[in-house]
C-alpha cells in the first residue's frame, strides 16, 4: 500500500525530519484560505499514487492566493495517469539552493534496509542508477544495530554534502531509517530533500509504501488506504483476502497458488490467448472466498471463457467445487468454464461438479487449450 | 539417502490444533510421518488425535519427545514467534507454511537464525517431502513417488503440478522442496541444489522459479560452476507485468530487475534446460534419464 505524499510527509515530521509545512484540501477556495494562512508563494500539489506528477501539469507554483485558488481549480478533477485528482497539498514554496536524494529501501539479496543517497535529486532514481550509478551511495544496517551516526557520515561524504549540514543530515537519515522501521515499510523515500536558501535540510517530497501483510498491527496506516486510487475489482477483491490482479485478456482465470497462477497465465499466452487476470485464491480458500472469486472475474465484461485450474494441497477441491457451484447458481451463464481440480480431496470435488455443465480438463496444457478454443466459441 | 526429512525426522507441529494444522497433521500422520509433538500455547497437557501430545512451550516439547524438525501452522502475526522459539529449542530444521509474515519481521528472523543451527525452510511454502519416508507441511502425498529426481520450487501448487507429471510418467523423486515465495526466506535454491548435488541418490534436479529477486541468478552460477548434475529448470512469470505483486510477495519485477526473461537466459547460458511450459518439465527430465 501506497501513502500519499502529504501522508508520507506527516509521518516523517513525527520522525523529526523537517518537512514544509503545508496542508491539505480539496476545493480552490480552501486552497485560498490556505495560502492567506502560509503568506506568500505557495506550490499546489495534486494528490494521486502515480509518478511524473509535476510533468502531468500535476504541480504549480503560484504567488497569490488568488493565483493559489486558480492553480488549484486547474488541478483538483484533472486526470494524471487514470487517476482523478480529489486532493492538493498546499505548501509554502521553497528557495531551493540544491536538490540530493534520500532513501530507505528492503534489499533482498542482503536481507538489510538500505539506505541510499545521491546528489542528483528530483529525478527518477532508477533512472540516476541505471545511468549513473557511481553517483548513488549505499549503507546497509543490520537488523540488530539499526542506522548508525557512521552510516549516515558515509553517506554524506559520498555526495559531497556541506560539512556544517552533516548533523541535520544524520538526524534525518536515522529519522528516515526509523520511520522505515515504525511503518513496516518496504521503501521510504525523500526526493528531493533540498538545501535551502537558509542552507538549511528540508523534504520537499516524500514517499513510503507500506508491507501490506504489517497492516493488522498499523491500523492508523490502514486507515490511509485510498480506495479511489484503486482499480474497483481490485478493491473488492482485497475485501475478500483474493490476490487479483487485472489484465487486458479474453481468459478470466482463477487458480491457488501465485506460482501455478502465473505459469496459467504464461500457457494460456503460448497457446495463442491473452490472460485477463491474475488469481489466486490463496491457500485453504473456502466456498464463499471461491464464489467471490468468480463474480469478480465475471465482472469484467471481456471475458469470454473462465480457467478454473486448482491443484489441492492446503485448499480442498471439494470447498473450490462448492464455492464454484454457488457462484454458477447466482451468475448467468454467459460464459463457458473449463474446470480441472487435483490434489486434496479431488473425487469429492469432482463429484459435487459433476451434474454441472463445465468443460473439465486433465492436464493443464489440455485446460489452457480447451479456455483458448471455448474463449473464440469453438467449444461449449 | 533423501535431503533435509525422511525416517529420522521426528516431527513437531506448531499450531496443532488451528484448522489447517490440524487437517494438515492428520495428513502427514496418515502418510507416515513421525510425528511425536503438537506446541499450542495454552492447551499443554491434552492430546491430540488421541496420542499426540501437546505442550504450552516448544522447549518442553523438544526435552519430552526429542523432536527435531518442527513445522508451523500458527497465524502470520505470531509466526516470527514462533520461528525464533524453535530455534531456540535448537530444533534443526524448522519449516514454515504460514503465509503473509511481515517482511521485516523476517528480515530479523534471518539475522538472528544466521547466529544459530537452526535451518529454515519457507515462510509462505509447502514444506517439503521425501516419497516413502516423511511429508513436512501440506504436498499431497498421493502425487509422489521414489525415485531419483530432486525438487526444489519457489512455489507450492506449481511444485505439485510438476511432480503430478513426472509421477504419471513413472519418474520418481528423491525429495522435494518448497523454498517459498517470500522475498526473505530461510532456505535458497542455491542451498538446495548443494544438498541435491551431494546426495548420492538425486541423479537429477527440477528447479522452478518465478519472477522477482536473483535467486535464480545465484542457482544459475552454481550450476554453470560446480553442478554435476542436470538441471531442469522453469521460471513462471512471463506474462506478469511489471511492478505489481504477483500473490507471492517476493513476485515482482522492480527496477527492472528479476524479469523471467533474464531468469530463463541465465539458466540457460548455465546449462540448464528450461521448459516453456510445466507440463514440459516431465519431457526434458525423461531425456535426461539413462
Known amino acids: ?272 490467448g491473452e490472460p485477463a487476470n491474475f488469481l489466486d485464491i490463496g491457500g485453504g480458500a473456502q466456498s464463499d472466498k471461491v464464489a467471490a472469486a468468480l463474480r469478480i472475474i465475471l465482472s469484467d465484461s471481456r471475458v469470454k471463457a473462465v480457467l478454473i485450474n486448482i491443484f489441492g494441497g492446503i485448499t480442498r477441491c471439494d470447498e473450490v467445487a462448492r464455492g464454484v457451484l454457488e457462484a454458477i447458481g447466482t451468475l448467468d451463464g454467459r460464459v463457458p468454464f473449463v474446470v480441472r481440480l487435483v490434489g486434496t480431496n479431488e473425487e469429492e470435488g469432482r463429484q459435487i461438479l459433476a451434474e454441472a455443465n463445465l468443460i473439465t480438463a486433465t492436464s493443464l496444457a489440455d485446460a489452457a487449450q480447451k479456455a483458448v478454443a471455448a474463449a473464440k466459441g469453438e467449444l461449449q | 539417502m533423501s535431503i533435509l526429512v525422511g525416517k529420522e525426522t521426528r516431527l513437531l507441529v506448531q499450531g496443532i490444533t488451528g484448522r489447517e494444522g490440524a487437517f494438515h497433521t492428520k495428513q502427514m500422520i496418515d502418510y507416515g510421518t513421525q510425528v511425536v509433538a503438537g506446541v499450542t500455547p495454552g492447551k499443554g497437557g491434552e492430546w491430540a488425535f488421541g496420542n499426540i501430545p501437546i505442550f504450552d512451550t516448544v522447549s518442553e516439547a523438544v526435552h519430552a519427545t526429542g523432536a527435531n524438525t518442527s513445522v508451523i501452522f500458527v497465524p502470520a502475526r505470531f509466526a516470527a514467534d514462533a520461528i525464533i522459539e524453535a530455534a531456540e529449542a535448537s530444533i534443526e530444521l524448522v519449516v514454515c507454511i504460514t503465509e503473509g509474515i511481515p517482511v ?36 499431497p502425498g498421493h502425487i509422489m513417488t521414489r525415485g531419483n529426481v530432486g525438487v526444489v520450487s519457489r512455489s507450492g501448487t506449481l511444485t505439485y503440478e510438476v511432480v503430478y507429471a513426472l509421477t504419471q510418467r513413472g519418474i520418481g523423486q528423491t525429495t522435494a522442496v518448497g523454498i517459498g515465495g517470500d522475498p526473505i526466506n530461510g532456505t535458497s535454491f542455491l542451498d538446495v541444489l548443494q544438498m541435491f548435488e551431494e546426495d548420492p541418490e538425486t541423479e537429477q534436479v527440477i528447479l522452478i522459479g518465478e519472477i522477482g529477486g536473483t535467486d535464480e541468478q545465484k542457482a544459475a552460477e552454481y550450476i554453470a560452476s560446480r553442478m554435476s548434475k542436470p538441471v531442469t529448470a522453469f521460471i513462471a512469470g512471463q506474462t506478469a507485468p511489471p511492478g505489481r505483486r504477483m500473490g507471492h510477495a517476493g513476485a515482482i519485477i522492480s527496477g527492472g530487475e528479476g524479469t523471467a526473461a533474464e531468469k530463463i537466459a541465465a539458466l540457460t547460458r548455465a546449462g540448464a534446460k528450461v521448459a516453456r511450459h510445466p507440463d514440459e518439465i516431465a519431457d526434458l527430465v525423461a531425456s535426461h534419464l539413462r
Open chain 1, 1 to 272: 500500500m501506497n501513502l500519499h505524499e502529504y501522508q508520507s510527509k506527516r509521518v516523517f515530521a513525527r520522525y523529526g525530519i523537517p518537512v514544509p509545512s503545508g496542508e491539505v484540501a480539496t476545493t480552490p477556495s480552501e486552497v485560498r484560505d490556505i495560502a492567506v494562512r502560509l503568506g506568500g508563494p505557495v506550490v499546489v500539489k495534486s494528490q494521486v499514487l502515480v509518478g511524473g506528477r509535476g510533468k502531468a501539469g500535476g504541480i504549480k507554483l503560484a504567488r497569490t492566493p488568488d493565483e493559489a485558488e486558480q492553480r488549484a481549480d486547474e488541478i483538483l478533477g484533472m486526470k494524471i495517469k487514470g487517476l482523478t485528482v480529489k486532493k492538493v497539498l498546499v505548501d509554502p514554496a521553497a528557495d531551493i539552493r540544491k536538490e540530493i536524494y534520500l532513501g530507505a529501501v528492503l534489499d533482498r539479496a542482503s536481507r538489510r534496509i538500505v539506505l541510499m543517497a545521491s546528489s542528483e535529486g528530483g529525478v527518477d532514481i532508477e533512472e540516476v542508477a541505471a545511468q549513473t550509478p557511481e553517483k548513488i551511495v549505499k549503507v546497509a544496517a543490520h537488523p540488530f544495530l539499526g542506522l548508525r551516526p557512521h552510516h549516515a557520515r558515509i553517506l554524506a561524504d559520498g555526495i559531497g554534502l556541506p560539512k556544517e549540514l552533516i548533523n541535520d543530515f544524520i538526524k534525518i537519515s536515522q529519522g528516515l531509517y526509523q520511520a522505515f522501521v515504525s511503518t513496516d515499510a518496504s521503501l521510504a523515500e525523500i526526493n528531493p530533500l533540498v538545501i535551502t536558501g537558509e542552507n538549511k535540510l528540508l523534504a520537499l517530497d516524500g514517499k513510503i509504501s507500506v508491507d501490506d501483510n504489517a497492516l493488522f498491527r498499523h491500523p492508523e496506516l490502514a486507515e490511509m488506504r485510498d480506495p479511489d486510487e484503486e482499480d474497483a475489482s481490485e478493491r473488492e477483491a482485497h475485501r475478500y483476502g483474493l490476490s487479483y490482479i487485472h489484465l487486458d485478456g479474453e481468459i478470466g482465470c482463477m487458480v491457488n497458488g501465485a506460482g501455478l497462477a502465473m505459469a496459467t497465465m504464461d500457457i494460456v499466452k503460448l497457446y495463442g
Open chain 2, 104 to 139: 521485516l519481521d523476517m528480515v530479523q528472523v534471518r539475522a538472528y537464525l544466521d547466529t544459530t543451527h537452526t535451518r529454515l525452510i519457507g515462510p509462505n511454502c509447502p514444506g517439503l517431502i521425501t516419497p516413502g519416508e516423511a511429508k513436512v507441511g501440506i504436498i
